[in-house]
């Protein structure tokens, strides 16, 4: 079994302990045995980057340029054996890991071009002979911690842009998917990153992660992951005035009106609830439709729902793969439960059985839901969606509000008049409209608002305000 080291000040560990990374479609194939790090690697990994942070902020834009665009050249050119990676330690089907490993290519590409695009300003001073220059300069050791739901693109969406404005990273995946996160940074070796710009340490978040939060020459956090171990980041980092940065869980409405077109919005919430096993943070997970569709579309929903292929990630006509783990499985499950014993009618749902073993599950609806319902206002993380039945607009609106998140929202209509509203009154950072509340671009701002997200923006022109700190300088000529 091959055997994956930490990447620490540019030297790849080799001592032990390792851990087994599991294939979820077929829990007899093991994908790698990866390195299990502690405080010890954490503060060795800090000191690394502290050491190369005094070059790298100072290196040229170019050369930053060359490295990101080298890696995302890499990662493009390796997207079959890539995708095939992912698909193997995540479960996402083949189709949508080709998709995401092209994505974290282009998220290289985009950040390559944003370190030679970093411009400041020379504005007049409203002092008589003085200029002032707004510059942006990086923040310094920038610590990293992802979540195994999308194991490349995550990484590559934080990676990018902390190294194109010059900081240097300690870099921790999560336990569940650690293959693409070591190729990642293989990847970023191979195309000339200098030693120590950025460091690797996989293990468990409450030893590895928890180091980083605490570690003092760690200058900023950027975390994803759930809103539990996202606030408690946070805290830690105020307290220790470290720039912090948090994206969180969702509970995204989907609101079906009565004029949508019923073909779009059965594939919307189709692939925003049911796609990469709902396991997104902007899945479509509560759809609240008007009382003159609702019978038509959870008809026409459950129809396309029982065609869903359920199987092994690697197999090209699988639509919807395996749940992560056990435990996601086991939570999964539990709340179709307590959704059924509070009232809601379960379509679906159920564990099935496929050639291999694996956490295999089959779509869930549940309907007849009101807002209250637990699992209307928390967090499932699987392929499990409810419906909520509403008079009109106003109303469905307002149950779209009511819920701690705040991150994707999505309205199928084909009025104007209703969407122009709802764009510009519902309480979520990103608003689809006849899409999936899943699904975003890599070129602008990503992220939400309430219990959903906490400070700047990441990806797009927008990530410069985490990754980047302002100086203003005042010249006087003399
Ligand atoms: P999680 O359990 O919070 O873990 C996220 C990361 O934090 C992992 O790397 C984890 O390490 C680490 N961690 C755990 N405890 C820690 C601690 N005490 N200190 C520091 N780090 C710690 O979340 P998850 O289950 O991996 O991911 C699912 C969640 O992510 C969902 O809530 C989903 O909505 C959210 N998500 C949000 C976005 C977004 O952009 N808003 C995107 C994707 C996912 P280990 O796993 O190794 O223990």
Redesign the pocket.
């Known amino acids: 079994m091959q055997r994956y080291g930490n990447y620490i000040g540019g030297e790849w560990t080799t001592g032990g302990p390792y851990q087994p990374n599991i294939n979820p479609s077929d829990l007899n194939d093991v994908v790698g045995e990866y390195a299990v790090g502690d405080a010890a690697a954490v503060a060795a990994a800090v000191a690394a980057a502290r050491d190369a942070f005094a070059t790298w902020s100072l290196s040229t834009p170019q050369q930053r340029f060359d490295v990101l665009d080298a890696a995302g050249s890499r990662i493009l050119a390796r997207r079959d054996e890539l995708a095939r990676l992912l698909a193997r330690e995540e479960g996402k089907p083949i189709g949508e890991a080709t998709g995401e490993v092209v994505r974290a290519g282009h998220i290289f590409k985009f950040f390559a071009g944003e370190a030679v695009r970093a411009a400041g300003e020379v504005v007049p001073s409203v002092r008589p002979g003085m200029t002032v220059e707004i510059t942006r300069e990086p923040v310094g050791v920038v610590g990293l911690?992802?979540?195994?739901?999308?194991p490349i693109a995550?990484p590559a969406w934080k990676i990018a842009p902390a190294l194109a404005f010059g900081n240097t990273v300690v870099f921790?995946?999560?336990?569940?998917t650690p293959g693409c996160a070591w190729e990642l940074v293989k990847i970023l070796e191979d195309s000339g990153l200098p030693k120590g710009v950025l460091n690797l340490v996989m293990?468990?978040?409450?030893v590895v992660?928890?180091a980083?939060?605490k570690a003092r020459e760690v200058d900023a956090v950027s975390?994803?992951?759930?809103?539990?171990?996202?606030r408690?980041?946070a805290v830690a980092c105020v307290e220790n005035g470290k720039k912090v940065q948090t994206?969180?869980?969702?509970k995204n409405p989907m609101v079906v009106l009565d004029d949508a077109d019923l073909e779009t919005a059965v594939a919307a919430c189709i692939n925003g609830a049911y796609f990469s096993t709902g396991q997104?943070?902007t899945a479509s997970s509560r759809l609240i439709v008007t009382d003159g569709i609702h019978d038509r579309f959870v008809a026409a929903l459950t129809e396309r729902m029982a065609g869903l292929r359920v199987g092994h990630a690697l197999d090209e006509e699988t639509e919807i793969g395996p749940v992560v783990d056990q435990r996601q499985l086991d939570q999964d499950l539990e709340y179709i439960a307590v959704a059924a014993a509070e009232g809601g009618k379960v379509y679906g749902g159920e564990r099935v059985q496929r050639p291999t073993p694996g956490f295999y599950l089959s779509p869930a609806l549940v309907t007849e839901t009101t807002s209250d319902m637990r699992i209307n206002r928390e967090?499932v993380?699987g392929p499990v969606a409810s419906i909520i039945r509403v008079p009109d607009y106003e109303t469905a609106l307002a149950l779209a509000n009511d819920t701690e998140f705040g991150?994707s929202a999505g309205i199928c209509s084909t009025s104007l008049k209703y969407v122009s509203h709802f764009k510009r009154h519902v309480q979520a950072g990103m608003v689809m409209v006849n899409a999936p509340t899943a699904g975003v671009d890599y070129h602008v701002a990503?992220g939400?608002r309430k219990a959903?997200?906490y400070g700047p923006r990441e990806q797009g022109s927008y990530a410069k305000e985490f990754y980047t700190t302002v100086k203003t300088t005042y010249v006087n000529p003399g």
Do not use: Y
């Not at 911690?145 to 999308?150: E, R």
């Not at 921790?172 to 569940?176: E, F, H, M």
């Not at 994206?247 to 969702?250: D, K």
């Open positions: 911690i992802t979540p195994w739901n999308f995550i921790k995946p999560a336990d569940l293990g468990p978040g409450s992660g928890d980083i939060v975390f994803t992951g759930s809103v539990a171990t996202g408690r980041i994206e969180m869980g969702g997104r943070c967090e993380f991150l990503f939400g959903s997200s």
